[in-house]
């Protein structure tokens, strides 16, 4: 049916019609009806259609580098975050140039549903678009319906006669295409950004005369091709920052279709506020505010004696709260540590909640139990892997100011300046990472109509590893090799261990293999196996081959048309070369440790591989090793907690898994922690410390399980012991005993 409708021109009418559903926006007046976002419910099989369209027409799109490097909304490896990034770096170096920064931030009246049909199409004509693809997205834009729904009711239809459909797969690219040109219409000395149809310019420079020329020819050629492709500028959303540490200087005076362009003291930026002086003070303000507001929901479900359990307390926690803090730390982590300070707050009463911790736990304490580390140690991991991720695609518009590192005397000759992104990154990043390398993604590798010819063969059917002996095993494999005798045997494995990362492959009595970078994974060392079994069978020229792994992800992955690691589309793209050659070359899997020569050879070469192998590192391993560093950070301080009452319990930091109700979750929580109502409540009150009624001693939680002599008999009637520590009973492995003895010694209910 798709490929009918792709060659006859013809579009089903009913794709065309669409269900609106208003949804009113907060804080805004309902009975304007300006102030609802409009949801559109249309076709699932036109939207698959779309998806299908879609993924092909943005591959030639990015492949040909039609769209401007500047444009980051709806592309892979690209975000908000880029942007927000940008302009922070910008004013970084204008505060240290002592340089004024001037920046407007523009906004389109109606975008989508204003968007010039005609335009899209002599936009696709002059990219040189032919053919089925044109005529397509013309039938698809033309006599678009529409219906809103009202409770139960559906006023009229109404016929759509301008812009980009709501709801549709295709719509957000073929918008991209409609918006691309205005980025080429401003002057290179003008910074500009654009993510869909939030676009950003700014200028920087000492003298504000200059800054005003180019800013005002800027502005007047954006507003001449908006009003040549259809688009208008709204003149009172559209708001102008004059970035500057000393506020004697007066704001530029700009002016937009002969409209003054008004300057506030800050502006809300792809969901960051930005202020004057770049202090962020006004959005950590705002953040904290949400924060507290979304807080109540934890209260709501936290109730410490029927409350929901704690994974789904920490699921709400991580996807409504710590989702906001998470958005944009990268750029607003740049703020004073004091200020920073105020979402502390935030962070350590959604612990308590989620936890059921007593006011007075400490936070060392609180951390270590939810097993959530600070925000500070999150901004850096975050930050981490953001900058990381942005070395990992060559085309990315910030890849050379990250790399370009000639501020950085500047910036330590003047400590009151705060350095922009890429220079902080290089001031926290450990010793281990220095020097390495991260493996580039090309996200225009294979056409997404270009069939994947990889598959393999499990020649052992339903026997599983675990369930089948190994003689078995052995002999469907010798079976196996009967039957593929003219395919030569190539062996490959990977291996990693704490201190050692390799790879090899076996193949007619000789044996190659290579040590990889510490932060290589095991997937990774499978992979870097058969490329390098791929080249051998390319030098010797081996006409007929048969490569052997014990790893099925890697051959999943191999299968798989989705992939994006680059190091797949390495294998894959060397792969047809050998087929283009003439050699057929075929992938089987074989279980690991069953006695298999090859195998086992390939296996114990990869763990005594010497020979260093210089290569670039994958994103996602270096991600993972970040991770693993951040985490190691952590492990380090809460390693200084020595007088910490969990320290003894919880000595290595680690998620522990708890499947209790929320009482004796709660109960157990406060007794790991050591700080509970019975014990530390004359905190809150200013009293002396509670005393133990049988033999006088400070009441502590120790006291009570371990200690007082009174209650000897039930200790040991309970755990068969009364000489053990306190791990002993709230590890990781909680005692089945350890509520009874607490409701028979009268204490389960004042914890």
């Not at 901004?379 to 942005?390: E, T, V």
Request: proline share 5%.
């Amino acid at each position: 049916m798709f490929n009918r409708i792709w060659k006859e021109h013809v579009f089903p009418d009913c794709w065309k019609h669409a269900f609106i559903i208003p949804i009113p926006k907060p804080g805004k007046d309902p009975q304007d009806p300006l102030n609802y976002r409009p949801i559109a419910l249309t076709s699932c099989m036109c939207k698959l259609f779309e998806r299908i369209v879609n993924v092909r027409l943005v591959h030639i799109l990015e492949k040909n580098e039609y769209i401007s490097p500047f444009q980051s909304g709806f592309r892979k490896s690209r975000s908000t975050i880029d942007n927000l990034i940008s302009l922070e770096t910008d004013i970084r170096v204008a505060f240290l140039k002592r340089n004024h920064l001037v920046s407007i931030f523009f906004d389109i009246y109606k975008a989508y549903d204003r968007t010039w049909r005609y335009g899209i199409m002599k936009n696709l004509y002059d990219l040189g678009f032919r053919g089925n693809l044109p005529i397509f997205v013309q039938n698809f834009l033309k006599q678009r319906f529409f219906r809103v729904r009202l409770g139960n009711t559906f006023p009229n239809i109404f016929c759509q006669e301008e812009g980009v459909p709501q709801g549709c797969v295709l719509s957000v690219t073929l918008f991209v295409l409609a918006i691309n040109p205005i980025l080429s219409v401003i002057p290179q000395t003008v910074q500009k950004n654009l993510y869909v149809d939030d676009l950003h310019i700014s200028c920087y420079a000492r003298n504000m005369q200059l800054i005003e020329r180019q800013l005002q020819t800027a502005i007047n050629n954006i507003v001449e091709w908006s009003n040549k492709s259809g688009f208008t500028i709204s003149a009172q959303k559209t708001i102008g920052i004059h970035f500057c540490k000393r506020p004697l200087h007066p704001d530029p005076e700009l002016f937009l279709s002969g409209v003054p362009i008004r300057f506030q003291d800050n502006y809300k930026f792809l969901g960051i506020v930005f202020d004057k002086r770049l202090t962020f003070l006004p959005h950590i303000a705002s953040l904290r505010k949400r924060c507290l507001r979304s807080l109540n929901i934890l209260r709501t479900l936290s109730n410490t004696s029927w409350g929901a359990d704690r994974s789904c307390l920490l699921r709400v926690y991580r996807s409504i709260i710590r989702s906001m803090i998470d958005y944009g730390s990268v750029v607003y982590g740049s703020a004073r540590p004091s200020y920073l300070k105020r979402l502390d707050y935030v962070h350590h009463q959604a612990l308590r909640l989620y936890l059921g911790a007593f006011q007075t736990s400490p936070i060392p304490s609180l951390y270590a139990e939810a097993f959530e580390p600070s925000l500070s140690s999150r901004r850096d991991k975050l930050s981490l892997s953001y900058y990381f991720r942005i070395l990992s695609n060559d085309k990315h518009p910030l890849r050379g100011t990250l790399l370009n590192g000639n501020n950085n005397r500047h910036f330590n000759s003047r400590p009151s300046c705060i350095p922009h992104f890429g220079l902080r990154m290089r001031n926290i990043l450990p010793d281990t990472f220095h020097g390495v390398k991260v493996h580039t993604t090309d996200f225009c590798g294979h056409p997404p109509w270009m069939e994947n010819s990889i598959s393999y063969i499990n020649p052992f059917g339903n026997f599983t590893k675990s369930d089948s002996n190994n003689s078995v095993l052995i002999s469907l494999f010798n079976q196996h090799r009967q039957f593929y005798q003219s395919y030569q045997p190539v062996f490959t494995d990977g291996s990693k261990s704490l201190n050692h990362v390799g790879c090899a492959f076996f193949t007619n009595g000789h044996i190659i293999s290579y040590k990889l970078h510490s932060f290589t994974s095991v997937f990774s060392s499978e992979i870097t196996a058969v490329y390098f079994a791929l080249k051998y069978i390319d030098e010797h020229e081996i006409r007929k081959s048969i490569l052997y792994t014990d790893s099925m992800s890697l051959l999943e992955s191999l299968r798989s048309s989705s992939t994006r690691n680059p190091l797949i589309k390495e294998v894959k793209d060397f792969y047809r070369h050998l087929l283009s050659k003439g050699a057929r070359i075929l992938f089987s899997w074989v279980p690991s440790h069953v006695g298999i020569t090859g195998n086992e050879l390939a296996d114990k070469s990869a763990k005594s591989a010497t020979e260093f192998l210089t290569r670039p590192i994958v994103y996602d391993d270096v991600r993972s090793a970040v991770n693993q560093w951040c985490h190691c950070q952590w492990q380090e301080k809460w390693n200084m907690e020595t007088n910490n009452k969990l320290h003894v319990i919880k000595p290595v930091l680690s998620y522990w898994v708890t499947k209790l109700n929320r009482r004796c979750d709660v109960v157990l929580t406060r007794l790991r922690i050591g700080h509970t109502r019975l014990t530390h409540k004359y905190l809150l009150s200013a009293e002396s410390p509670p005393t133990c009624s049988h033999c006088g001693d400070i009441l502590t939680v120790k006291h009570i399980l371990t200690d007082c002599v009174a209650v000897d008999r039930r200790r040991l009637r309970y755990f068969c012991s009364s000489s053990f520590d306190l791990s002993f009973l709230l590890g990781q492995i909680l005692h089945f005993n350890l509520f009874m003895y607490l409701k028979d010694i009268g204490v389960f209910h004042d914890i």
